[in-house]
Nanobody, 112 residues
Framework: QVQLVESGGGLVQPGGSLRLSCAAS????????MNWYRQAPGKERELVAS????????NYADSVKGRFTISRDNAKNTMYLQMNSLKPEDTAVYYC?????WGQGTQVTVSS
C-alpha cells in the first residue's frame, strides 16, 4: 500500500535550518508530483511547496519563497524540504502529500 513517512522535524531557533525528508513506498514515485503541506495550531492546512514528477518544476507559497527549497531523488523514492532562515510562524506539523495520500506529519517548532 501507499506509504509516505516524514522525518527531520524538531526544535530550532529562529534563523536556523532544518531538512525534512519524505520516504515513499508502495507506488511508482517517479510518476507523481509531490507536495509539502503544513498545519499550524488553530489554522487550516496550507500548501507550502510542490514539485513535478521529474523535479523540473517547483512552486512555493509566497510565505516561504527564497527560504525553502523542495527537491526529490527519484532513485531513492524520497522528497526533501530544505528550510532555511526559519521563523516562529513556520511552526507547524509538516505533511508529505501525493494525490490521495498523506504522511503522518513531522513537527517543526521554531522558538528561542
Amino acid at each position: 500500500q501507499v506509504q509516505l513517512v516524514e522525518s527531520g522535524g524538531g526544535l530550532v531557533q529562529p534563523g536556523g535550518s532544518l531538512r525534512l525528508s519524505c520516504a515513499a513506498s508502495g507506488f511508482t514515485f517517479s510518476n507523481y508530483p509531490m507536495n509539502w503541506y503544513r498545519q499550524a495550531p488553530g489554522k487550516e492546512r496550507e500548501l507550502v511547496a510542490s514539485i513535478s514528477n521529474t523535479g523540473g518544476v517547483t512552486n512555493y507559497a509566497d510565505s516561504v519563497k527564497g527560504r525553502f527549497t523542495i527537491s526529490r531523488d527519484n532513485a531513492k523514492n524520497t522528497m526533501y524540504l530544505q528550510m532555511n532562515s526559519l521563523k516562529p510562524e513556520d511552526t507547524a506539523v509538516y505533511y508529505c502529500n501525493r494525490f490521495r495520500a498523506w504522511g503522518q506529519g513531522t513537527q517543526v517548532t521554531v522558538s528561542s
